[in-house]
C-alpha cells in the first residue's frame, strides 16, 4: 500500500485526489471450481479508526494502461490490480475488506496493513541536526534505477511562529538532494516505496514524521540537503551518513 500520493496519471493525463491517494495492488486467484469475478470497485480500506472508503472510481483509468478493474477469472488463475482510494491526509490505513463479484454480495475477507512486529532492534544509523524547532534526521539512502529514496525523520520539539493551531506543517518542500548534474527536488516514480515521507501533513510537538522522501533519478548522489522556511539548513554527506550534517 503506497499513501501519499497526490497526483496519478502522466504530464498530459492526470488526476489529483481530494486528499491523498492510497493506491494498493492486489492480485487474486480464483481456487474454487467456478468462475468468479474481480471487481476493483467492491474492495474497502478501513483505517485506524475504522472508517472505511469507497475506491476512486474514475481513477484506474490514470494508472496503468493494462490495470484489470473488472475481469472474470477461471477456476486456478490470477488476475493482479491496482486500486486507488482517496482519503483525507492524515489517514492511516489498517486493513483492506476484499469482496468478490459484481455486486459485493459475498462476506469478504480482511487482510492486514500493519507493519509485522520487530523481536529485535536494528542498529541505529545515519545522524541528526537538531534545531529550534525540530529535529531532523537523515538514516539511509536507497539507490536503485532511475529512482533514489532518502529514508528520514523529522520530530516538531517546540511549534515555530505561525503554527496551524497546535500543530505545525511538515512536507517534502525542505529536502532536496545534491548530484552530479545538479539539485534534485522530490517527486514520486512508479517504482518509489510504500512507507513514503509525509508529502504535506501537520503534527504537533512530540509527534515525528517518517519514511522515505522519493526523488526521480538515476544519478549519484552527492548529499543530502534540509532547508526549511525558518532559516534551518543542514546537508548530509551522502557517502558517509554518520557524520554530523553541516548546519
Not at 478501513?46 to 475506491?55: A, C, F, G, V
Not at 515555530?160 to 511538515?170: C, F, H, S
Request: charged share 25%; aromatic share 8%.
Amino acid at each position: 500500500m503506497k499513501c501519499g500520493v497526490t497526483q496519478i496519471g502522466d504530464e498530459y493525463f492526470n488526476k489529483e485526489p481530494q486528499g491523498q491517494y492510497c493506491i494498493g495492488t492486489i492480485k487474486v486467484k480464483n481456487e474454487s471450481k467456478k468462475p468468479t469475478t474481480w471487481d476493483g470497485d467492491n474492495q474497502t480500506l478501513i483505517d485506524t479508526e475504522d472508517n472505511e472508503y469507497s475506491p476512486d472510481n474514475s481513477a484506474w483509468a490514470y494508472l496503468d494502461a493494462n490495470n484489470t478493474i473488472l475481469e472474470e477469472i477461471n477456476p486456478g488463475n490470477s488476475v493482479t490490480g491496482r486500486v486507488a482510494w482517496d482519503v483525507p491526509k492524515r489517514t492511516k490505513p489498517d486493513r483492506l475488506l476484499l469482496k468478490e463479484g459484481i455486486f459485493g454480495f459475498s462476506e469478504g475477507v480482511t487482510v492486514s496493513l500493519r507493519e509485522p512486529a520487530t523481536t529485535k532492534a536494528s542498529p541505529s544509523s545515519g545522524s541528526s541536526a537538531t534545531f529550534k524547532h525540530f529535529k531532523v534526521t537523515v538514516n539511509r539512502i536507497s539507490e536503485k534505477g532511475s529512482t533514489v529514496n532518502v529514508l528520514a525523520k523529522v520530530c516538531v520539539q517546540k511549534l515555530p511562529p505561525d503554527p496551524q493551531g497546535d500543530r505545525t506543517r511538515i512536507s517534502w518542500e525542505p529536502w532536496s538532494i545534491g548530484t552530479s548534474s545538479g539539485t534534485i527536488y522530490p517527486k514520486l516514480s512508479s517504482s518509489s516505496p510504500d512507507q513514503l515521507f509525509p508529502s504535506d501533513e501537520t503534527y504537533r510537538v512530540g509527534e515525528c514524521a517518517s519514511g522515505w522522501v522519493p526523488f526521480a533519478t538515476g544519478d549519484r548522489v552527492r548529499t543530502v540537503r534540509y532547508s526549511n522556511g525558518l532559516g534551518n539548513v543542514a546537508v548530509w554527506d551522502a557517502n558517509n551518513l554518520e557524520k554530523k550534517p553541516k548546519t
